[in-house]
C-alpha cells in the first residue's frame, strides 16, 4: 500500500489537469493521498463507505466497499478504482452517491442507479440490490404517450434519489417523507414529478441522509405577492371571520382544521401536504426566544452579535426615541441563557392582575393546548432553564398530560412563555391587540406595570408606542417556517404597524411578536381573537415602501440568461430531528418549504451532510445549520435549527463546499489566490475507521473551521468532495501559469464583489435610510442620488452574477472562451459607463458636498469605517472627498480586468485567435479605463468651476445652467476670446459646455446648442487676426483669440465637442477615433427665437451649415407641422404640412411637393372644411390643373371641379359635376366663373351648348331635350330664353321668332309657325343642328395638363426644348420618386411597378437614329411600360387624361349627345400624345410616314440592340400612326365611358336589331341556312360534337359554323379597332376552313357566296350592341386600314347589321 502511495506534496511535473487527493480528518500528521489514473478527473462523489469518479472521456470509476456486487470484488481501496464496465460506450457527464447506492447521467440525460435498493433509491422494483449500472426510466405520465425526461442533475441520500430535469423540475424516488411526494405508499419505485415545486424554476439539488435541498430561483415580484389563501385548502371553511362593532372590528381566525393531522399506524405523527406543525408540537428549547429585556444583571453572558452585522435587520423604537437595532443574534440569543427569565422574582405579583391565583394561569395553559403542551411548559417556567425534549419530538403528540406541581409564575417566565408558544407555532401572524386587551395582557404578564414593583430593572419609563408585527407569508402555507420569524423579525419597518397612545398612562413600550398558525389555533381563539381599531385598519393600508431598490429585481435585462441568477432561496424537505431543515424546529415536511430567512442571501451552493445542510452565498459566505455533533457547522452557536453563518476569519471567502456524515469540507481564498481547504467537524484518527457513529467518545471536533495545513501542496484545488468520514478534492497543475490566471480572475471577481456588497450594505443602505437627507441635499440631488443607488446596485449585482459565472467554470471546465466579460463586454462596458455617469453627475450638482453633513451625523467625526472601505491612507481627509473616492472606487477594477485578461493573454501564442480575443478584450476594458478616468476629472473640473462660480462673475440666471449631465470644457474668463467689433466697455464671456456654448454678458446669457454650430477658422494671412467664424441657425458671429495657440485649442475643444454633442461619445462611447473637425452635414433639433417665419417653431432633422437641408420636422407653437425635405433652410421637395383651423377644431392637411418655403408642384390639400383638392399648386396657391371636391366630411361629395387653375382661382378649360342639382358643364372659366364656350348636361337629359358669361347662359346657345325638341338661340339666364331663335318640335314643326321665359316653366313666343312638307327633304336637312359648333374645341380642352408634362420634360412650350434634357429630366424624376416612395411605407408600390420602374430608369439607346421595324416594336414596348407607371410623366400625363375623361363623361355626363365630342376628345389626345412621342424621338416618322423594310446589311446588325438574337425572316413596311402606336396604351384605359356612349346612341337601331336576332335564332340550323339564301354546297354535312362526327338533321341547332361563331363573339372582349378587326379575319378565316373541308379543291369566295354565310354567323353569334361596335370601329379605325382587306372584312360587318336590321320574315 505504502510503495502504491504517492505524497501530494511531491512536485508533478507532467502538468496534468484533474488529480484526485483524499484524506480522513485534520490532524497535522494528515497527507492526502494522491490516486492515480489515466485520465484526469473531472468529479467525485463520495458515499458512507465508497465512491464514485468520472474521467475524461465520459468514464466511471469507483472504488471503497461494494457489498451490493456479490459476485465482484466486493472492496477497493481508493487508490485503486475501477471501472464500471457496464457504463462503456456511454458518455457520463456527471455521478452522485448517495449512503449505499450510486448513479450516473449521460450526455442524452439519460439516468443509470447501482448499489443498494430495498427502499427503491435505484429506482428498479423487485430488486433489493443492483450489482451494475442500470438505465432508470424516468418518464411523464401526463403525456400521452409518455415521453421520456431529459435529466440535468442527480443528487442521492440514503433512501432516496432526486433528479432536476431540463424543464427545471424535481423528480424524486426512493422512500420517506424526503421525496416531497404527496403519498403514504413506500418505497417509490418509479421516479415522480415533486408536485409543490412545479411551476418553479429549480437550480440545484442536493441529497442528505434522511432531507432534501433545493436551491429554486425567485419569483418574478407579481408572482410571489399573491394573496393568502381565505379559505382552507382542506377542509374548505373560512380561515377568518370579521366583526364589525360600533367603534372597532374584531377578525377572529379561531378556524382548526382537523384534518391537518394524520396519526399512523405506528403512531408516528405525519402532516399533511403543505402543513406546518401543530401548536402542540414544541421545538428545541435551545431555539431563540423573544427577548424579554427583563433585566440588566440577569446572570449569564450576553451573547455575542457579530455573526450578522447586516444594516437590513429592523429597529425598534425605544421609549426615548433612540434608536436600537436588533440583530437575529440578539433575538435568538436571548432564549439560550434562560435563567435570566427568572432573575429573582419569585412571588412577585400584583394583587390587582386580572387572574387572581395560580389556578387561573394552569386553566389558561390547559386552554392552549390538549397535547402536553401546557405540562411542559409549566416544567420550563418552574426551572426557569432550558431543559432537553425527548429524542422523537413527535412522541410529544401522544404523550398525556402529566399531572404536577404549578409554579408561582413570574413575568418573565411568562414572556418567555407567549414567546416560545408563538416560536413554535408558526404560519401566519393573528395578534394585535385593542388597547383594554392589551392593558390587561400587560397587567398579566407584567405585574410591575402602573408603579408595582415586580421586574427588577423592569422597563426603561418612557412614553409608550406599542409597536406590533404583521407577518406576510411569501407562499401562503408552503414558504413559511418558525425559523423565518426569528430572521425577518427585525427586518421590514414597512410592513410595521403603530399604536400610538394605546396606554395613556404608561410607561412601557412592548413589542410583542407572535405568529400563531391560522390552522392551527385551536382553542386560542377566546383569548387571542384579533381586534383592530379602525383607524388602525387604515394606517395599516398604507406600508411605507423604500423608495430605491438596492437589490435589482431579476437582475439586468441584457444579461439574460447568460449569468447565474443570484435571486435564489433555499427549499427544505424530509426529517427534521436534527434541524437539518432550517426552518426553526425538529419537525418533519412532507413537502418543500421555503427557508426564508435565505431568500435575500444570494445563495449560489447548495449542500447537504448526512444531517447537516450547507448554503453558499456570492459573497462567499457559509450558511449552515441542522446536526452539529462533531462541530460540523462550523460554529458553536445554538440554537442549530436556523441557518448562521460559519465561523471564518475576515477575508476569507469561500467558493466551494462539500458536507460528509459528521464534517464540513470548504475552498476558499485567502490572502493569495491560491486556494486554500478548511475543515470542521470530526477528526478521524488512524485505524479507527470501523469504529461505528455513535462511539464518539474517542474522538476529538471543531469549534470552528480549521486551516489544512497541507492545501498549498495540492496546486490548484478547483472542487471539494466530502462523504461519509472522507474528503477528496481535484487540484490541477499550473500549466503556462493558465490555472492561475483563471483562479486569480475569479478570486478578484470574488473580493471585489465583497466589497462592493459591503460599501451597499454599510454606507449607501444607511444613507438613502436617513431621515434628514432630503433636507439636506434638496429634490434635485436626492432624485440623482437614488439614480446613482440604481447604478450602483446594477453594478453590484452584476459583479456578483459575474464572479458566480467565473466560479462555477472553475469548478467545471476551466476555460476562457466561454468567459461573459469576453463574449458579451458590452454589458459591463454600458453598466460602468451609466454608474459612472451617475457619479460624476451627483458630483457636478454638488451631491458629495451636501452628503456630507448627514453622513457626519451619521459616522461620525471619525469616519474609520469610510477610510477603510474607500481605501484611503490620508489623514484629516474631507468626508466630501472621502465619498467622491469611495464611489469612483469601482473604476480601479477596469484596470484589473484588463491586466487578468492580459496575463491569460501571455498564456497562449502571440499568432493565435485566443491570444487576440484576449487582448482585443483587454483593449476594450483598458480604454473604457482611461475614457471614464477623463470622465472624471471632466466632472471635478465642471464641480470646482461652479464652487467657485459666484465670485467670478454674476450674470442673471447663469446659474441655470448647472444640470447634472453637462460638463464644462473651455471657459474665457482670461479673456482669452473676444467677440469681433464689441464695445470698449462690454464684458464676453465665453464658457463651452459639453452641450452648448453659452456667450454671458452683464446681465444676460445666450446659448447655442453645439449640435446646430459650425465653426470654421479664419484664414490669418488677410487680417492677421487670430479669427474664428461662429455659425448658428440664426446668427453668424466672430470671436478673435488672444494667439494662434489659444485659437487652435479653442477650435479643437468646440469640434470635439461638436462631434461627441451628435455622437453621444461624451456620454456613451469610449471616445476613441475622433474626428479632426465634425461633418458639415449632420442631424440636429433646434428651436428658433428670432427668425420671423419660424419663431418658436422647433425644427428636427438634417442640417448643412447652419440652415436645414434634407428630411426634417418643424413644429410650431399654434400646432402647425411640416414634416418633408428642406433645402437652404427652406421647405422644398415632397413634404407633409398640418395646419390647424382654430374655427372648425379640425386640420388643414397638405401633402405633395414644395419648392423655396412654398406648396410648388403636384398635391393634396385636404381642408378643414371637407373639401379636398388634388392638383397643382404654385406660391402656396393652386395653380396648373387639379381637381375639388366639396361637400362635408359626412357625405358624399355635392360637387366636383376638374380642370386649370390660376391663381387659386379656375380659370381656363374645366369640368364641373354639381351632384345636388344633377348638372355637369363642360366649358371655359374665368376668376372661378363661367365664362366663355361650354356645355351642360343634365340628368333629365338636356343638354345645353353655347356662350357663358358671368356664371350664366348668357348669348347664343343651342339646347336639345331628351325628346329631341331643339332650341337655337339668345339665352339671357340658365336655363331662360330671351331673344330671337328657332324652336324645333321632334316632328319637324319649328317656331321662329323671338322668345323669352324659363324652359319648362311656359314660353312666351312672338314669330311664326311653320310645318314643313311631308317629301321637303332637303330642307329637314338644312334645319338639323349639328351639335358641337358652340362647345369648346377638342384640342383646346386639358391644354394644361399637356404643357405640364411638356415642362417635366423641361420644355416651356410644347415641342421646345432639347431631347437629351428630356430624358434626363425622366430619369431624375424617376429616381426621385423612386426614393420617395421608398421613405414612405404608405406609398409603396407594387414589385411589378419596381421592376418596371427600374427598368425605365435607363435611358433607352433607341431614342435617336433612323427607327428600323425592330427599333419601332422597341419604342412600342417603351411606350407601354411608361404609360403603365405613373411616376414617368407619361404615365402621369395618361392617369390624368383617363381622370379627366371619366369626370367629364361618367353620370350625368354620360349623355349620347356628347358621343361626337368624346370621340373627337379621344382622337385630341392621341394627336397631342403623339407630338410628345415624337419630340422623345424625334427619328420617328410622321403620322402616315412609312417605317422601312429591314435591311440586310451587317452594319445594321451591329448596331441593333439585340445583336445575338436569330435571325428573322424581313417583315414588310409599317405606317406609323398614332392610332396604332398610342390607341392599344390609351383605349382600354377610356373604353368604358366610351362605349356606355355608343351604347346610348344606337339604342333604338340596336333594339330593332337585337328582336329581329332573337327571333330568327329560334330556326333550327338547316332552316336559317335555307332562309338565309345560303347555297347548298356550304352546308355542313356532318358537325363535330364532344370529339365525333354527328350527321346535321333538319332538328340541329347552333351546330354549324360553331367555330366561326365564337370567333366573332370575341369581337366584345376586345377594345381597340385593331383587335376587333383581327377578330373579324379569324371570322372570315373559320367559315373559308370549314367550308373547304367539305368540297375539298380550290376554291375562291364571291361576295355572294359569303355574304349570307357570314350573316348566319353574325346572327348565330348573338352579339347585344352590334350596332355600337360597328360605330366604334368605324369612327376610331386606322385611316389606312380602311381600303385594304380589314376594310372590306369590315364593310360586311356592317352590311350584315343593317340586312338583320331590315330583314322580314314571312
Same mark, same amino acid.
Given at each position: ?212 435541498? &433545493? ?34 372590528? #374584531? #377578525? ?101 392582575? @386580572? ?153 412601557? &413600550? ?46 439586468? =435585462? ?92 475576515? *477575508? ?44 464518539? %467518545? ?80 434638496? =429634490? ?46 458590452? #454589458? ?61 472606487? @469601482? ?172 455622437? *453621444? ?21 433646434? !428651436? ?67 419648392? %423655396? ?218 429616381? !426621385? ?41 422597341? #419604342? ?111 383605349? =382600354? ?95 372570315? %378565316? ?43 370601329? %368605324? ?32
Amino acid at each position: 500500500m505504502e510503495s502504491q502511495r504517492k505524497s501530494s506534496d511531491e512536485e508533478d511535473s507532467s502538468g496534468e489537469r484533474g488529480s484526485l487527493h483524499t484524506w480522513k480528518g485534520y490532524s497535522y500528521s494528515v497527507t492526502p493521498e494522491r490516486v492515480l489514473l489515466s485520465r484526469p478527473v473531472l468529479q467525485a462523489a463520495l458515499g458512507t463507505r465508497h465512491g464514485v469518479l468520472l474521467v475524461e472521456g465520459g468514464q466511471v470509476y469507483s472504488f471503497g466497499e461494494f457489498p451490493w456486487k456479490q459476485s465482484q470484488v466486493s472492496e477497493v481501496g481508493p487508490l485503486k478504482p475501477v471501472l464500471e464496465s457496464a457504463l462503456s460506450g456511454q458518455r457520463v457527464v456527471a455521478v452522485a452517491a448517495g449512503s449505499f447506492h450510486s448513479g450516473a447521467l449521460t450526455e442524452d440525460g439519460g439516468v443509470h442507479m447501482w448499489g443498494e435498493n430495498s427502499f427503491g433509491q435505484c429506482g428498479l422494483s423487485s430488486l433489493t440490490v443492483v450489482p451494475n449500472p442500470t438505465p432508470v426510466a424516468v418518464m411523464d405520465p401526463d403525456t400521452s404517450p409518455p415521453h421520456t425526461i431529459r435529466v440535468l442533475e442527480l443528487a442521492c441520500g440514503e433512501q432516496h434519489s432526486l433528479a432536476l430535469s431540463a424543464q427545471h423540475e424535481v423528480w424524486a424516488w426512493g422512500s420517506g417523507c424526503q421525496l416531497g411526494l404527496v403519498t403514504t405508499i413506500f418505497p417509490v419505485w418509479k421516479p415522480q414529478k415533486v408536485e409543490h415545486l412545479v411551476g418553479r424554476y429549480v437550480l440545484q439539488v442536493a441529497c442528505g441522509a434522511f432531507h432534501s435541498l &433545493a436551491l429554486v430561483r425567485c419569483l418574478p415580484p407579481q408572482e410571489s405577492r399573491r394573496p393568502l389563501p381565505d379559505k382552507c385548502g382542506q377542509c374548505n371553511q373560512l380561515l377568518y371571520t370579521m366583526t364589525d362593532k360600533e367603534d372597532h372590528v #374584531i #377578525i377572529s381566525d379561531s378556524h382548526y382544521c382537523p384534518l391537518g393531522v394524520e396519526l399512523l399506524a405506528e403512531g408516528e405523527t405525519r402532516l399533511g401536504p403543505g402543513r406546518s406543525p401543530p401548536l402542540g408540537l414544541l421545538s428545541s428549547p435551545s431555539e431563540p426566544l423573544l427577548s424579554s429585556h427583563a433585566s440588566d444583571s440577569a446572570p449569564g453572558p450576553h451573547p455575542s452579535i457579530t455573526e450578522h452585522t447586516d444594516y437590513e435587520r429592523g429597529r425598534t423604537v425605544a421609549q426615548n426615541g433612540e434608536v436600537l437595532t436588533t440583530t437575529d443574534a440578539d433575538i435568538s440569543a436571548s432564549g439560550t441563557d434562560s435563567d435570566r427569565a427568572v432573575g429573582g422574582v419569585g412571588g412577585a405579583r400584583s394583587q390587582n392582575s @386580572p387572574y387572581p391565583n395560580d389556578q387561573a394561569v394552569k386553566e389558561y395553559l390547559k386552554k392552549l393546548s390538549d397535547t402536553s403542551l401546557a405540562e411542559e411548559t409549566a416544567k420550563m417556567t418552574i426551572a426557569g432553564a432550558s431543559f432537553q425534549p425527548p429524542a422523537d419530538s413527535l412522541d410529544l403528540l401522544t404523550s398525556d398530560l402529566i399531572p404536577g406541581v404549578m409554579p408561582v409564575t413570574t413575568s418573565s417566565a411568562l414572556n418567555n412563555l407567549v414567546s416560545s408558544c408563538a416560536s413554535a407555532v408558526g404560519e401566519r401572524v393573528v395578534s394585535t391587540y385593542e388597547a383594554l386587551s392589551l392593558k390587561k395582557m400587560i397587567n398579566y404578564y407584567y405585574p410591575g406595570v402602573g408603579g408595582v414593583a415586580g421586574v427588577p430593572g423592569g422597563f426603561p419609563g418612557g412614553p409608550a408606542e406599542v409597536r406590533v408585527r404583521l407577518e406576510e407569508s411569501m407562499q401562503g402555507k408552503k414558504s413559511c417556517s418558525t425559523g423565518d420569524i426569528r430572521e425577518e423579525e427585525a427586518e421590514g419597518l414597512s410592513r410595521r404597524l403603530s399604536l400610538p397612545g394605546l396606554l395613556s398612562q404608561g410607561r412601557y &413600550a412592548v413589542r410583542l411578536l407572535s405568529s400563531f398558525s391560522a390552522h392551527r389555533l385551536l382553542s386560542l381563539s377566546s383569548s387571542y381573537t384579533l381586534m383592530l381599531s379602525p383607524r388602525l385598519l387604515r394606517r395599516a393600508s398604507r406600508p411605507r415602501v423604500r423608495a430605491v431598490p438596492l437589490t435589482p429585481v431579476g437582475g439586468l =435585462p441584457e444579461a439574460g440568461e447568460l449569468l447565474p441568477s443570484l435571486q435564489t432561496e433555499v427549499w427544505s424537505w424530509g426529517r427534521g430531528e436534527e434541524g437539518q431543515l432550517g426552518h426553526g424546529d425538529n419537525l418533519p415536511r412532507l413537502q418543500p418549504l421555503c427557508i426564508k430567512c435565505l431568500s435575500s442571501k444570494e445563495v449560489v451552493l447548495v449542500a447537504a451532510g448526512a444531517h447537516h445542510s450547507l448554503a453558499l452565498t456570492a459573497q462567499s459566505q457559509v450558511f449552515s445549520w441542522g446536526s452539529n455533533s462533531s462541530g460540523q457547522l462550523g460554529h458553536m452557536a445554538s440554537p442549530t435549527t436556523i441557518p448562521r453563518l460559519a465561523k471564518l476569519s475576515e *477575508g476569507i471567502r469561500v467558493w466551494d463546499v462539500g458536507a460528509g456524515a459528521q464534517h464540513t469540507l470548504l475552498l476558499a481564498d485567502g490572502d493569495c489566490y491560491q486556494p486554500i481547504l478548511y475543515y470542521s467537524g470530526q477528526q478521524v484518527r488512524e485505524g479507527a475507521q470501523d469504529a461505528t457513529q455513535d462511539q464518539t %467518545e474517542g474522538y476529538s471536533y471543531t469549534q470552528q473551521p480549521v486551516l489544512l495545513p497541507f492545501c498549498m501542496n495540492l496546486g490548484y484545488v478547483s472542487g471539494v468532495f466530502a462523504g461519509g468520514q472522507s474528503c477528496v478534492a481535484l487540484a490541477d497543475r499550473n500549466v503556462m501559469g493558465f490555472i492561475a490566471s483563471l483562479h486569480e480572475l475569479a478570486a478578484a471577481e470574488r473580493k471585489f464583489y465583497c466589497k462592493l456588497s459591503s460599501v451597499k450594505n454599510h454606507i449607501l443602505r444607511p444613507l438613502l435610510d436617513l431621515e434628514s437627507l432630503s433636507t439636506a441635499l434638496g =429634490p434635485a440631488s436626492t432624485v440623482l442620488l437614488r439614480s446613482l443607488a440604481r447604478c450602483y446596485s446594477r453594478l453590484c449585482h452584476l459583479t456578483g452574477q459575474h464572479s458566480a459565472s467565473l466560479t462555477a467554470n472553475l469548478r467545471r471546465r476551466r476555460e476562457f472562451k466561454s468567459l461573459v466579460m469576453l463574449e458579451h463586454a458590452s #454589458i459591463f462596458l454600458d453598466t460602468y459607463n451609466e454608474y459612472c455617469c451617475s457619479v460624476g453627475n451627483f458630483l457636478v450638482m454638488g451631491g458629495f458636498q451636501a452628503l456630507a453633513k448627514p453622513s457626519l451625523e451619521f459616522f461620525g467625526k471619525c469616519p474609520e469605517l469610510l477610510q477603510r472601505l474607500a481605501e484611503s491612507s490620508e489623514e484629516n481627509i474631507p468626508l466630501s472627498d472621502l465619498l467622491v473616492t469611495l464611489f469612483y472606487l @469601482p473604476m480601479r477594477h477596469l484596470h484589473e480586468y484588463g491586466r487578468l485578461l492580459l496575463k491569460l493573454g501571455t498564456c497562449f501564442e502571440v499568432s493565435s485567435v485566443d491570444y487576440q480575443k484576449l487582448q482585443d478584450g483587454c483593449s476594450k476594458f483598458e480604454a473604457l479605463a482611461l475614457h471614464l478616468k477623463r470622465r472624471r476629472k471632466e466632472a471635478e473640473y465642471t464641480y470646482h468651476f461652479w464652487k467657485s462660480f459666484p465670485g467670478k462673475m454674476t450674470v442673471s440666471g447663469l446659474d441655470s445652467l448647472r444640470k447634472p449631465r453637462r460638463r464644462l470644457i473651455c471657459e474665457s474668463s482670461n479673456k482669452a476670446l473676444t467677440l469681433q467689433n464689441s464695445g470698449r466697455f462690454s464684458v464676453n464671456w465665453f464658457i463651452l459646455f459639453n452641450d452648448a456654448l453659452v456667450h454671458a454678458q452683464f446681465s444676460t446669457h445666450h446659448v447655442f446648442p453645439l449640435a446646430t454650430l459650425w465653426v470654421e477658422p479664419i484664414p490669418e494671412e488677410n487680417t492677421g487676426l487670430h479669427g474664428l467664424k461662429l455659425i448658428s441657425p440664426e446668427e453668424t458671429f466672430t470671436l478673435l483669440a488672444c494667439s494662434s495657440m489659444e485659437k487652435a485649442k479653442w477650435l479643437r475643444s468646440i469640434n470635439q465637442a461638436v462631434d461627441q454633442a451628435m455622437t *453621444g461619445a461624451g456620454q456613451s462611447g469610449s471616445g476613441a477615433g475622433q474626428r479632426a473637425e465634425p461633418p458639415i452635414s449632420r442631424t440636429a433639433s433646434y !428651436t428658433f427665437y428670432k427668425d420671423s417665419r419660424l419663431k418658436e417653431a422647433t425644427y428636427e432633422g438634417r442640417w448643412l451649415a447652419g440652415k436645414p437641408n434634407g428630411r426634417g420636422m418643424v413644429k410650431w407653437l399654434d400646432g402647425r407641422i411640416y414634416t418633408g425635405t428642406f433645402k437652404n433652410g427652406l421647405e422644398d421637395g415632397f413634404g407633409d404640412y398640418v395646419m390647424p383651423s382654430k374655427t372648425l377644431n379640425l386640420n388643414d392637411h397638405y401633402q405633395g411637393h414644395w419648392k %423655396e418655403g412654398k406648396m410648388h408642384g403636384i398635391g393634396t390639400y385636404k381642408y378643414a372644411t371637407g373639401e379636398l383638392y388634388e392638383g397643382s399648386f404654385q406660391d402656396n396657391m393652386r395653380h396648373g390643373h387639379g381637381m375639388l371636391r366639396s361637400g362635408t366630411l359626412n357625405s358624399s361629395s355635392p360637387s366636383v371641379f376638374i380642370g386649370q387653375w390660376v391663381h387659386d382661382k379656375k380659370t381656363g378649360y374645366g369640368v364641373f359635376d354639381d351632384i345636388i342639382r344633377g348638372e355637369k358643364y363642360m366649358g371655359m372659366w374665368q376668376d372661378d366663373q363661367r365664362q366663355g364656350t361650354g356645355v351642360i348636361v343634365t340628368q333629365f337629359g338636356l343638354y345645353y351648348e353655347g356662350a357663358f358669361n358671368n356664371n350664366k347662359m348668357q348669348g347664343t346657345g343651342v339646347l336639345l331635350s331628351e325628346d329631341n325638341t331643339t332650341y337655337e338661340g339668345e339665352f339671357s339666364e340658365d336655363w331662360t330664353l330671351n331673344g330671337k331663335g328657332v324652336l324645333t318640335m321632334p316632328n319637324g314643326d319649328y317656331f321662329e321668332g323671338s322668345f323669352t321665359g324659363e324652359w319648362g316653366s311656359g314660353l312666351k313666343v312672338t314669330g311664326s309657325f311653320f310645318k314643313p312638307n311631308l317629301y321637303d327633304s332637303d330642307g329637314d336637312k338644312g334645319r338639323a343642328v349639328k351639335l358641337g359648333r358652340l362647345a369648346v374645341p377638342p384640342e383646346e380642352k386639358w391644354r394644361v395638363v399637356f404643357e405640364e408634362c411638356w415642362m417635366r420634360l423641361g420644355c416651356e412650350a410644347p415641342g421646345q426644348g432639347e431631347n437629351q434634357r428630356a430624358w434626363e429630366n425622366i430619369a431624375v424624376a424617376l429616381t !426621385t420618386s423612386r426614393r420617395q416612395h421608398r421613405d414612405s411605407p404608405e406609398m409603396n408600390l407594387s414589385r411589378t411597378q419596381n421592376r418596371m420602374l427600374e427598368s425605365l430608369e435607363f435611358i433607352p439607346q433607341h431614342h435617336v437614329g433612323p427607327v428600323t421595324m425592330e427599333k419601332y416594336d422597341s #419604342i412600342r414596348r417603351y411606350l407601354i411600360k411608361a404609360c403603365d407607371m405613373p411616376l414617368h410623366p407619361l404615365g402621369r400625363l395618361m392617369e390624368t387624361l383617363v381622370a379627366v375623361y371619366r369626370m367629364t363623361y361618367v353620370g350625368v355626363g354620360a349623355n349620347r349627345r356628347l358621343l361626337l365630342q368624346a370621340v373627337n376628345e379621344i382622337m385630341s389626345y392621341l394627336a397631342r400624345i403623339f407630338q410628345l412621342v415624337r419630340f422623345l424621338f424625334p427619328d420617328l416618322p410622321e403620322e402616315g410616314g412609312a417605317i422601312p423594310e429591314p435591311s440586310s446589311d451587317p452594319q445594321d446588325k451591329k448596331d441593333s440592340n439585340c445583336a445575338d438574337t436569330q435571325l428573322e425572316s424581313p417583315k414588310p413596311g409599317r405606317v406609323v400612326s398614332s392610332s396604332a402606336l398610342l390607341l392599344p396604351v390609351l383605349l =382600354p384605359r377610356l373604353y368604358p365611358p366610351l362605349f356606355t356612349l355608343y351604347a346610348l346612341e344606337k339604342e333604338k337601331e340596336d333594339d330593332v336589331y337585337w328582336e329581329c336576332v332573337l327571333r330568327l335564332n329560334k330556326q333550327p340550323d338547316v332552316a336559317l341556312l335555307a332562309f338565309l339564301g345560303v347555297q347548298h354546297k356550304f352546308w355542313p354535312v356532318s358537325v363535330p360534337v364532344l370529339g365525333e362526327k354527328t350527321e346535321v338533321v333538319s332538328s340541329t341547332k347552333d351546330a354549324c359554323f360553331a367555330s366561326a361563331t365564337e370567333t366573332l363573339q370575341q369581337i366584345s372582349t376586345t377594345f381597340t379597332p385593331s383587335d376587333k378587326l383581327q377578330v373579324i379575319q379569324l371570322t372570315f %378565316e373559320e367559315i373559308t376552313k370549314e367550308v373547304m373541308s367539305s368540297l375539298e379543291d380550290n376554291f375562291l369566295w364571291s361576295m355572294d357566296d359569303l355574304f349570307p354565310v357570314f350573316l348566319y354567323v353574325v346572327l348565330r353569334a348573338r352579339i347585344r350592341n352590334l350596332g355600337s361596335e360597328v360605330s366604334l370601329i %368605324e369612327d376610331l379605325m386606322d385611316p389606312c386600314v380602311q381600303h385594304g382587306e380589314h376594310g372590306i372584312m369590315f364593310t360586311t360587318l356592317k352590311a350584315c347589321y343593317y340586312q338583320i336590321q331590315h330583314e322580314k320574315t314571312t
